[in-house]
C-alpha cells in the first residue's frame, strides 16, 4: 500500500492554521494532499477511516484518533469540507473508489471496512462501493470527538452522535470568516454610495436646492451611507447569536425582525432621551429601516448552509421570495437618500 505517516498530535502550526481559516484567511489553500496516510502503526486489522482533504477535517480527525492505530483515506473534494463536498458530489462514490485503487488498499488482507462521516452518506452509495471494492461502508459519528466512544463500544453510534446540533458556540464559530468576507464589500460599497451622493448634493447646490461646498457634500454623503457599515457587521454577529429565538422559519424573514427590532430599540432610544419623537426624525428614517432590513435579511441567508435548519429546495424557494424584496428595499432607500441628499442636508 502507498502511504504516508502522519501525527496525531496538532503543532503550533496546525492551531495557527486553523485559527485563519476560522477568519476566512487561506481558506482556499487549505488543503492536504489526497492519498492514504497512517496513524500510530496501523496493521491489516484496523480500518480506514474516510475524510475530505480540507485540511481542518483532517486534522479534526486524526487528533480524535490520538492514541490509536488507524488508516486515513482522505478523497479530493478540492478542499471542501465532508458536508458540502458530498453535496456537491466530490466526496462521492466514484472517488471514494478510485482512491482506494490508486493507494493500494486492495491490498489490504485483513478486515476491509471503511468508515464514513455520517454528514458523507448524501454522496456515497454504500452498496456499490461494497460490489467494487469488497469494503464493507460504515457510517460513523457526525462528530469526530464522538469517534473513540463509537470505537470503543464496536462501532455503535448513539442517538446523540447522530444528531446534528447547532449550539451556540456552534454558531459563533461561523461570526469570524462572516466578518472577514464583509469588509471589503462594505466599505466599496460605501465608498460607491458616498460618492455618487457626494455629486448629487454639489449638483443640488449649482442648482440652488441646498448650499453646500465639495467639503461638506462629501462629509454629509459619506455620513448618510455611513451606517451601512455597522449595520452589516452588527448583523453577521448579532444573527447567529439570536438565531433560535427569532420568529418565523427563513432566515431572510428572522433577519428583516432582527433589523426592525434594532430600529425599534433605536426609535426607543431617542425617546428616552427627548420624551417624545419628532415625525420629522420617524421621516428621515424610514429609508434606513428600508436600507437596514434589506441588508440584515440578505445577509441573514449567508446562514443557511451552515446550519441544519434548512434544507436545498426551502432555501431555493425562500430565495425566488426574498431576493426580489430586498432588492427593491434596498434600491428604494438608496435612491431615498441620494434624493435626499440633492435636496437638503441628509444625514442622520
Known amino acids: 500500500m502507498n502511504y504516508t505517516s502522519l501525527s496525531d498530535r496538532w503543532t503550533l502550526r496546525d492551531y495557527w492554521g486553523a485559527f485563519k481559516v476560522r477568519w476566512g484567511l487561506g481558506r482556499s489553500s487549505y488543503l492536504i494532499t489526497p ?7 496501523p496493521g491489516e486489522e484496523d480500518p480506514v477511516f474516510v475524510t475530505a482533504n480540507y485540511k481542518l477535517s483532517v486534522d479534526h480527525l486524526r487528533k480524535a484518533l490520538q492514541g490509536r492505530n488507524a488508516w486515513i483515506l482522505v478523497l479530493e473534494t478540492k478542499g471542501i469540507n465532508v458536508w458540502c463536498a458530498a453535496g456537491k458530489g ?11 485503487e490508486t493507494t493500494g488498499l486492495f491490498e489490504k488482507k485483513g478486515k476491509r471496512l471503511l468508515i464514513l462521516p455520517q454528514l458523507g452518506a448524501p454522496g456515497v452509495s454504500a452498496p456499490v462501493v461494497e460490489r467494487a471494492t469488497g469494503f464493507r461502508v460504515i457510517y460513523g459519528p457526525i462528530r469526530a470527538k464522538d469517534l473513540p466512544e463509537f470505537i470503543d463500544s464496536g462501532l455503535r453510534a448513539t442517538e446523540q452522535m447522530r444528531r446534528v446540533t447547532f449550539s451556540l458556540l456552534e454558531r459563533v464559530v461561523l461570526i469570524p470568516v462572516e466578518l472577514t468576507g464583509l469588509i471589503i464589500p462594505s466599505i466599496l460599497l460605501l465608498c460607491f454610495l458616498s460618492l455618487i451622493g457626494a455629486f448629487l448634493g454639489l449638483a443640488g447646490s449649482f442648482l440652488g436646492s441646498t448650499t453646500r461646498s465639495l467639503v461638506d457634500s462629501v462629509l454629509v454623503s459619506f455620513r ?6 455597522p449595520v452589516a457587521f452588527l448583523g453577521v454577529i448579532l444573527f447567529p447569536i439570536l438565531l433560535p429565538i427569532l420568529p418565523g422559519r427563513a432566515f431572510s424573514f428572522k433577519g428583516a425582525v432582527l433589523a426592525s427590532l434594532g430600529i425599534g430599540a433605536h426609535l426607543g432610544f431617542l425617546y428616552s432621551l427627548n420624551g417624545v419623537l419628532d415625525t420629522s426624525i ?14 440584515v435579511s440578505f445577509l441573514a441567508m449567508n446562514f443557511t448552509g451552515s446550519t441544519p435548519f434548512t434544507s436545498l429546495s426551502g432555501v431555493l424557494k425562500e430565495m425566488r421570495i426574498a431576493l426580489p424584496l430586498q432588492t427593491v428595499g434596498f434600491l428604494v432607500a438608496i435612491l431615498w437618500l441620494w434624493i435626499d441628499l440633492f435636496t437638503k442636508k441628509g444625514a442622520l
Open 90 to 100: 466530490t466526496f462521492g462514490t466514484e472517488e471514494l473508489i478510485h482512491r482506494i
Open 35 to 41: 492519498g492514504l496516510y497512517a496513524l500510530g502503526n
Open 224 to 229: 448618510t451611507f455611513l451606517p451601512i457599515v
Open 282 to 295: 420617524l421621516f428621515h428614517l424610514i429609508p434606513y429601516f428600508f436600507l437596514i432590513v434589506a441588508i
